[in-house]
C-alpha cells in the first residue's frame, strides 16, 4: 500500500527521533551522567521504523541490547525512557533496568535484553500466544549478526516454523559482533539464506532504506497474519558509533565507516522526501526542530525525575 | 481420599488446570499421544487435542524461551524439561530471562509458567540423567522452587504453582512417580511456602524433602524402636522457604538434621543450616548435621549409585550423633 504525505514524514519524524535521542545519550554518557553501558542504534533507524509501522497494538516486538529505536519506534515515551537511562524513578522499570531493560509488556515491548540472541525464543513465544489466543497478532524479534550464530536462533526458527506462528525475524545486519566482522563470525554472506534450513522464506532487503524496509516488512506482517507462517528479514545496515560508547572501534577502518555514512538513512530519506515532492527543506528543517525539543524536554523530565528511594531494592522481585 | 501415584496426582492436577483455565498449555518433548518421558502427560492430548498439549522438538532453549514470551503475553503456560539435567541447556532462559523480568521491568511483568521437571537418582541413569539441582534454582532470586514429597503435595502444589503469577520450578522425583498415596478426593490446593510436618516428634528434628522425605520417615520408625521420637519436617517448597515451622520444630527438639538427595557441598541444607545458626542458634543444644550425596558425579554401575544416595542408615547415624 502506497504511503500518504502524513504517513511518510512520520517515518522521517520518528528516525530523526531515534538520531536525536541516541546522540543525547551519547552526550550525556561521555560527560558521565549515565552509569553502566549503552548501545547506541545510530545508523540502523530505518529498521525500526520501516518495520513497526506495519504494526499494530495487539502486536509484540522483542529487542537487544541495542533497543533504544525499537522502543522509539513501537511508540515509547522518549521521556519514560531517558529517565530510564538515567537511572531514575519514573523511567519504564523505575530505574531497576537501565538502557539494555527498558521495556513496556502493555505497548507490546517484550524488552531490550542484555543477553544476544535471548528475544528469539521470547518473540517465537509471544507468536505462539497471539495465535493461541486467536489475536491476529503479530511478533517481531529483532536481532543482531552476530545472535545468528546463537542456538537460540536455530531453536527459535525451527519451532516457529514448525508451529506455523505469526513471527517476523528481522535481522538487523550491522556487520559486526562487537569486533569481529561478519566474514570473521560467519562463513555466510547473506544470514537470509539460513532462513531455508528451516524451510521459511529469507529476504535481503537495504536496511538503510526505510521504504524498502517498511515494503518488506509489510508483506511479511501481512503473510504472517493471514497464517502464513515465520519469515526472515535481513536487513544491511551498519552502526555509525561503536560496539557500546567508548568502544573505540580499532577493528574498522575509517573508509568503510565513511562508505557506510555516505548511505546514512536520515539524509537519503529526506532528500528522497524532497525528490517525491512528500516535503520541502524547511518542512523537513522543522520537523528536525519539533524533535530537538522533544528529546530536550525528554531530558529535562529525566533529570529532574527522582532517583529510586532504598526501598525500590527489595521490591518487584515477586507477585505478591 | 483416593489412592493413586505420584504420576497419576500430577497428570490430575494438570487436567484440571486445563479445564479451569483455557490459557494453560503444556509444552514439551513427547508430552502428546508418547504421553511424556514419564508417562505423567498420558492421555491429556485426548482431552485437550495438539494445540493444547504440544510434542516440542528437543529444543530445551525454545520451549522455556517461548514459554516466558507465552506468559509475557498473557497465557499459562506449563513447560516440561524431560530431566532438570537438561537445564544448563536452557539456564540463560530460566535465570537471565524468566527469573528477572519482573524486576528488571520495575514489577510491569509477569511470567505465571510452571516449569515441570524430573529429578532424581536411583534407576541407573548415571551422571546426566539423575541429579537433584534444586540448589542451582534456588540460588537464583524471582523463582518459587517446589519439590513435592507426596501424590497429594504433588496435586495440591501444582495446581497452585500453575495459578500462581510467579515462575515456579517444580521438581518431581522420578522414583516417586510410581508411588501411591491418599489424595483427597475433589478440588483442593495447597499454599506455597508452606512446610508439612509429615510425623510428630520431640527429641530431634528431621528437615528431608522429595524422595529423602521417605527414607527420613522410614528413619523415623526405625529411631522409635530405640527410643527416640524424631520430628521430620517436609518444606516442599524450598523458595520461599517456611523458617517459621522450622523453627518452632528446633525449639521444641533442640537438634536438627538435614537430608537431601543433591551433594551436600553447595547444597540448599547448607543455606538451611547457616539460616538457622544465624537465626535460631540458641534453641540448638547440638550442632546442625546434614546428610547429602557426596561431592562427586552420579555413578552408573548400581552398588556405586547406592553408596552416593543418601539411605535411612546414613540418617539414623546423623540422629544419633547429634543426640550424643
Redesign the interface.
Do not use: W
Given at each position: 500500500m502506497a504511503l500518504n504525505k502524513e504517513q511518510m514524514l512520520d517515518l522521517y519524524r520518528q528516525m530523526r527521533t531515534i538520531r536525536e535521542f541516541e546522540e543525547t545519550v551519547a552526550n550525556f554518557f561521555s560527560q558521565g551522567q549515565i552509569p553502566g553501558f549503552v548501545h547506541l542504534y545510530i545508523g540502523e533507524e530505518a529498521v525500526a521504523t520501516g518495520v513497526c509501522a506495519n504494526l499494530e497494538k495487539q502486536d509484540?516486538i522483542?529487542s537487544t541490547h541495542r533497543g533504544h529505536g525499537h522502543a522509539i519506534a513501537r511508540g515509547a515515551s522518549v521521556n519514560k525512557m531517558m529517565a530510564e537511562i538515567f537511572g531514575k524513578i519514573d523511567?519504564?522499570?523505575?530505574?531497576?533496568?537501565g538502557s539494555m531493560?527498558i521495556?513496556?509488556?502493555?505497548l507490546g515491548f517484550?524488552?531490550a535484553?542484555?543477553?544476544v540472541g535471548?528475544g528469539?525464543?521470547?518473540?517465537?513465544?509471544?507468536?505462539?500466544?497471539?495465535k493461541?489466543?486467536k489475536k491476529n497478532g503479530v511478533?517481531i524479534c529483532f536481532f543482531g549478526d552476530a545472535a545468528s550464530n546463537r542456538?537460540?536462533f536455530h531453536?527459535?526458527l525451527?519451532?516457529a516454523s514448525?508451529?506455523k506462528l505469526p513471527v517476523v525475524f528481522v535481522n538487523e545486519n550491522n556487520g559486526y559482533g562487537i569486533s569481529m566482522s561478519q566474514a570473521r563470525h560467519q562463513n555466510i554472506k547473506d544470514i537470509a539464506d539460513r532462513a531455508s534450513a528451516y524451510g521459511m522464506p529469507g529476504v535481503v532487503v537495504d536496511g538503510n532504506d526505510v521504504m524498502a524496509v517498511y515494503e518488506a516488512a509489510e508483506e511479511a506482517v501481512k503473510r504472517a497474519r493471514a497464517g502464513g507462517g515465520p519469515i526472515l528479514i535481513e536487513c544491511k545496515t551498519y552502526r555509525h558509533h561503536g560496539h557500546f560508547e567508548g568502544d573505540p572501534t580499532v577493528y574498522r577502518t575509517d573508509e568503510e565507516v565513511n562508505a557506510w555514512k555516505a548511505k546514512d538513512p536520515l539524509p537519503r530519506f529526506a532528500s528522497r522526501l524532497q525528490e517525491m515532492k512528500m516535503a520541502t527543506e524547511a518542512e523537513i528543517k522543522q520537523i528536525d526542530l519539533e524533535v530537538k525539543k522533544i528529546i530536550a524536554d525528554a531530558v529535562e523530565y529525566a533529570q529532574k525525575s527522582p532517583v529510586p528511594s532504598q526501598d525500590e531494592l527489595l521490591?518487584?522481585?515477586?507477585?505478591n | 481420599m483416593a489412592e493413586m501415584t505420584y504420576s497419576q496426582a500430577i497428570n490430575e492436577a494438570l487436567r484440571e488446570e486445563m479445564r479451569r483455565d483455557k490459557?494453560v498449555?503444556i509444552l514439551g518433548e513427547d508430552v502428546g499421544a508418547f504421553g511424556g518421558c514419564f508417562g505423567v502427560t498420558t492421555g491429556l492430548i485426548d482431552e485437550f487435542g495438539p494445540?493444547r498439549v504440544?510434542d516440542?522438538?528437543i529444543?530445551e532453549?525454545?520451549i522455556?524461551?517461548?514459554?516466558?514470551?507465552?506468559?509475557?503475553?498473557?497465557?499459562r503456560?506449563v513447560p516440561e524439561i524431560m530431566f532438570d539435567d537438561f537445564l544448563g541447556v536452557c539456564m540463560?532462559?530460566v535465570v537471565?530471562?524468566t527469573a528477572k523480568?519482573?524486576?528488571?521491568?520495575?514489577?510491569?511483568?509477569?511470567v505465571p509458567l510452571t516449569l515441570r521437571m524430573a529429578c532424581g537418582a536411583g534407576v541407573g541413569a548415571a551422571a546426566q540423567h539423575s541429579q537433584c539441582l534444586e540448589a542451582w534454582l534456588c540460588h537464583t532470586?524471582?523463582l518459587?522452587v517446589i519439590m513435592p514429597s507426596t501424590a497429594a503435595d504433588a496435586k495440591g502444589l501444582l495446581k497452585t504453582a500453575i495459578r500462581?503469577?510467579?515462575p515456579v520450578m517444580f521438581l518431581e522425583h522420578k522414583l516417586l512417580y510410581g508411588a501411591g498415596g491418599e489424595v483427597p478426593e475433589g478440588e483442593y490446593t495447597i499454599p506455597i511456602g508452606k512446610a508439612d510436618i509429615k510425623r510428630e516428634g520431640k527429641d530431634v528434628t528431621i528437615l528431608a524433602y522429595s524422595m529423602m522425605l521417605h527414607k527420613a520417615l522410614a528413619a523415623a520408625e526405625t529411631l522409635a524402636l530405640d527410643g527416640i521420637d524424631a520430628e521430620v519436617i517436609d518444606p516442599r517448597t524450598l523458595i520461599p522457604f517456611d523458617k517459621e515451622t522450622l523453627y518452632k520444630s528446633i525449639e521444641k527438639t533442640g537438634r536438627l538434621v538435614i537430608v537431601h538427595e543433591a551433594v551436600k557441598q553447595g547444597g540448599f541444607g547448607g543455606e538451611i543450616a547457616a539460616m538457622v545458626a544465624e537465626e535460631c542458634f540458641d534453641s540448638l543444644d547440638a550442632p546442625i548435621k546434614r546428610v547429602a550425596a557426596p561431592f562427586t558425579p552420579i555413578p552408573f554401575a548400581s552398588g556405586l549409585e547406592s553408596a552416593y544416595i543418601p539411605d535411612e542408615a546414613k540418617i539414623i547415624d546423623a540422629v544419633k550423633s547429634v543426640l550424643g
Open positions: 509484540y522483542a523511567g519504564f522499570c523505575k530505574g531497576k533496568g531493560h521495556a513496556d509488556i502493555e517484550l524488552g535484553n542484555g543477553i535471548a528469539l525464543p521470547l518473540a517465537t513465544g509471544a507468536g505462539f500466544a497471539l493461541y489466543m511478533a542456538g537460540t531453536e527459535s525451527n519451532m514448525i508451529q521490591t518487584d522481585v515477586y507477585c | 490459557n498449555y494445540e504440544l516440542s522438538p529444543s532453549t525454545a522455556m524461551g517461548s514459554a516466558v514470551g507465552a506468559a509475557v503475553a498473557g497465557l503456560p540463560d532462559e537471565n530471562q523480568m519482573r524486576y528488571m521491568f520495575g514489577g510491569k511483568a509477569k532470586p524471582g518459587v500462581d503469577d510467579n
